[in-house]
């Protein structure tokens, strides 16, 4: 093993455990902040530090301080302490570790040496996914059976079931989205997407399935139990469901659980349906073979991006009312700053690679892969604003219709849809 | 004054409705509006940007209690306990005693307030035959760090003014 | 058994007790005739005009209720309009000249004048004049205080003074709307049972300087109880009230009607021993001087006991029948004396023929139905041979000096069980014993047995904040064969077969049992 090699197992396994937890801060302010923008208010925007609040981030950090702080309480009623204290850490690991064969950029090449950008190199790929998020369900069911509490107890029945019948529309959408990619594999998978059809159509999984797309779709928003199939923790009748019992820490290892659960099944739907890492109509090849095109482009694009969303700042950084000396549009001005320091340091790295980087060399592989790293960021980020985008959408379930859903629209769907695609591709041998 | 009720259309027969993905879209192409036009200016949001904005308080609004004194500032109140009698909440705790400034007989020694426990509902004032007690202070926000704090005391009760003229108040009284 | 008579009231006939006037008669069978002047136990005067009660086909059409005796087939009108409009009218003048300053006024909740004008009148004033002013808080002396402006006139007090005490301090003077009760000039109120004046106020104008602001009526529980003041057993009423965040304590006590023991009234004094009841009392359980919990003094008190050649255990006179019955049977099983040596309990010569006797022990006749020793010699001897003393709220201090009581217990370990401090004197603070907070009359139930015999119940609605034990919880504590209020009663009931026919004390009825005509009876 050289050191290389050591070092890419550290950066893959870095990226693919940490970003996750990462996006945490992305997923509740936008959570936050989308539900506050949805509603016309404004979300969390008064937490700062010297008057600095980085858009409602600062607020994260003050609930993270805030949650670990906490009394951390588990009640005298709790027969099973070690259950009760396990089920959150099953939850959480289980949503990070469904992420670790989720690639995020191609085949990286570096010394002539292939890196596969998974957080584990294996070739299970889709199965994966679905096996651990099934074993999700263990935390959930764990958490509401040792609180001794009946609403625990019905929240955890209810999210066990709703899980367990979701999963098997979710698994029949993909057997057809097999047959297409032919590959469980999920770097095949994105691979397979980075074609163009007819030229400049990119063969994503939602071009070539839409059904499956949608009852996959709507199934994960199920698996995660985020609204309108939430009714794990519907606050109306449930109290919080099954994390009720929870305090402290433990319910913010439960809370994170959900949001990298929700982040984890963002990126699968990217890779499955969206193109995963894929530039469109870019392929790998394509960008490495002409680096340099690409980082004059980068080179020009960059700036005039900046200026725009440096306007933005300035347009919406301020306060909405009459205010002398404004410290927002100091704080404003910090931050344009900044963005442009950043800028002009990743300018300086683009001029060095059109400087002297050649085509097929490490530094334009790197190049290539970073940028894809940002594609697949960019489309989970996107897929996650759906998440929040529907749950300010749409109201909750009744639990009758949440099954009648599952299993007689779903489940039937998925089973058609598996039939079709599969005299399809026999038809087109 | 009868309910004005407004009758809505029944929803949801057409086939396209029923299909219920449609709908779903058309609901998210709303939400989406709103989301897109406050992110691109956010100067439209209907927010008081409070505590720099105050609100315009109505005069008939429930805040803070406060004791009423005659002109020469001796309290109104005669420890008559009906606002502790009628106080849903219970937290009203009044000592009464001989009063010694020879307007009646008796007099509050003291009269706290547990504003934690209070439910701001008016009845003390409504209850009062003495006109009393009010809740026209306009003051709506009170914090402190422990419970002890939130007990406010005859002398603090007595020593706050109104946060309106007494036309103001008479008529927030009829608007109620 | 009386005899019964029938009458028709507004048409219907009822069965009433015949020679009762109609108030009473009807009263017994529900049907409440307005009355301001009228009181059971002084007699009809009849001024106040308001139970003006029809009577049909009769001569005269319209008589007072209070005055007229209840007669086979008389024809009672009491809702017809004219004598609807009478109670209004009747209303309408005693409220001329009323202040109704309610909100100020103790009486307010269980007025009179409230309660009849939301029944009777309800309507505004159609006074234009301005009001007659009169004296508002005069002291007649004996704590009462009157307020002219709210009087009736309805003489109830003056009667009171000149039928029932005898001693006739107030009279009304002047008439129509000067008219006003008046002590003659330099001589109050000054007898020991004044304050009764109080409770027969029908309205505001007499009150309780000792009660005055304390509280309003409305918030007060009230509990029935025996006054332990004396061994004349009045039936009392215990008002008392938990305000909040506070303890619950007793802000007076009424007299309750006993036709048998105290008809409607009862002695000053007695109601005041509900002071003693809320302040002074004795908190902790101390051992050796220092706080321990109850149970550690109960083991360590039981073994000295075994230990010990001779125990003597000290019972209260005014300990209800239970507790007595509880430490004998202790004192049985652990061969120990029980005494109820309590001297110092009698008051020479000051009790009266009315209520107050000389006796001030609640339940001296059930110490002697007990047949528990109270001599001085038996507890001198027992005390001498004892090397355990455990006292059971019986205050020493009364019968004995502390130089006494400090040279009786020298060498003998001490148990105080005890309501207030001092029942053994200061001399024995000092010493090393064990002292026992108990629960004091107000805070249990039991029975106790008045001077003429009777029975009777009580029970303590009065919660501290202070969990203290009954004397019957100790006695348990201490291995009594008595381990509980039901088990002491059914030794009661061995030991006194008069009161064998009651399953639990609670079915003792509510005018007492009289034990001395039981035993001559049978």
Known sequence: MTTLDIVMVIVRVSISAFVPLCFLAVCVTMERRVAGFVQDRSGPNRAGIYGFRAGGLVQNLADGIKLAFKEDIISEHVEHKFLYVLAPIISMAAAIISFALIPFADTLVLDGKAYVMQGIPWDT????????????????????????????????????????????????????????YGSINLSDIARFQGQNWLGFIPMWGIFLQPLAAVIFIVAAFAECNRTPFDLAEGESELVAGFHLEYSAMKFAVFFMGEYVAMFASS???????????????????????????????????????????????????????????????AEATVYIRCFWILIGVIEVFLLAILAFAQP??????????????????????????VYVWVRWTIPRFRYDQLQILGWQKLLPLALLNIFVTGAIVVALG | MAAKVKQLPSRGGTPAEKVYLIEIFKGMGITLRHFLRNLWDNSNLYVRHYPEVQPNIPAHWRGRHRLLTHSDGTPKCVACFMCQTNCPANCIMIKAGERTDGITEKMPVSFTIDLAECIYCGYCVEACPEDAIRMDTGIYAFTSSNREEMKIEMDEMLSLKGGYTEEEYQKGLEDE | MTEMIKLFVNGEE???ESGKNLIDALEKVGIEIPHFCYHPALGADGNCRMCLVGIEEGRPPVVPACKTPAKEGMKVLLDADHIKKIQHDVMELEFINHPTDCPICDQAGECKLQDYYMKYEG????????????????????????????????????????????????????RGDDCRVEFFPGRPINNRYGLNVVDLCPVGALTSADFRFKQRAWFLKRAESICHGCS???????????????DDIIYRIRPRHNEQVNGWFMCDAGRMTYKSENDNRLEECTLAGTVRPLTDILADAQSRIEKASKALFLVSPSASLEQLVAVQALAEKTGAAVSAFSDGYIVK????????????????????????????????????????????DNDLSRSLSEEQIGKLFKDTWVLNAATHPGHLGT?????????????????YHGVVVNCDGIAQKFVGGVMKNIERPDIVEIAAGLGSPATGAAAAWALVQKKIPALAEFGSFLELPAEGVNLTDNEAGK
């Open chain 3, 123 to 174: 309507t505004e004033s159609r006074m234009r004049v301005p009001q007659v002013k009169k004296r508002k808080v005069q002291d007649f002396g004996g704590g009462v205080i009157h307020d002219q402006e709210r009087c009736v006139a309805c003489g109830r007090c003056v009667r009171f003074l000149r039928q029932i005490t005898k001693t006739g301090e107030l009279g009304l003077v002047n």
């Open chain 1, 360 to 385: 097929d060399t490490a530094a334009a592989h790197l190049l290539v892969a970073l940028m894809q790293i940002c594609t697949f960021l960019l489309k989970v980020t996107l897929m996650l604003f």
């Open chain 3, 232 to 246: 004349k057993g009045c039936n009392i009423m215990v008002d008392h009230n938990k305000e909040k965040y506070e």
């Open chain 1, 267 to 329: 990126a699968v739907i990217v890779t499955l349906f969206f193109g995963g890492y894929n530039i469109p109509f870019f392929s790998t090849d394509f960008l490495i073979r002409n680096i340099k095109p690409v980082a004059f482009v980068m080179l020009v694009i960059l700036p005039v991006f900046m200026f725009y969303f440096a306007k933005w700042i300035r347009r919406n950084n301020r306060s909405q009312y009459p205010r002398e000396n404004d410290p927002r549009e």
């Open chain 3, 14 to 16: 009822v069965e009433v």
């Open chain 3, 349 to 392: 010569d000051d009790g009266d023929d009315f209520l107050i006797k000389d006796d001030k022990a609640a339940n001296r006749t059930g110490v002697d139905l007990l047949s528990i020793a109270k001599s001085r010699t038996h507890f001198d001897n027992m005390a001498k041979e004892a090397d355990v003393f455990i006292n059971f």
């Open chain 3, 427 to 443: 001399a024995m603070a000092g010493k090393a014993g064990a002292s026992v907070a108990l629960r004091s009359w107000s805070e």
């Open chain 1, 125 to 180: 790929g889709i199965l994966w996914f679905l096996a651990v998020t099934g074993f999700s369900v263990y935390g959930i069911i764990l958490a509401g059976w040792s609180s001794t509490n009946k609403y625990s107890l019905l929240g955890a029945l209810r999210s066990a079931s709703q899980v367990i019948s979701y999963e098997i529309p979710m698994g029949l959408a993909v057997i057809s989205l097999l047959i297409v």
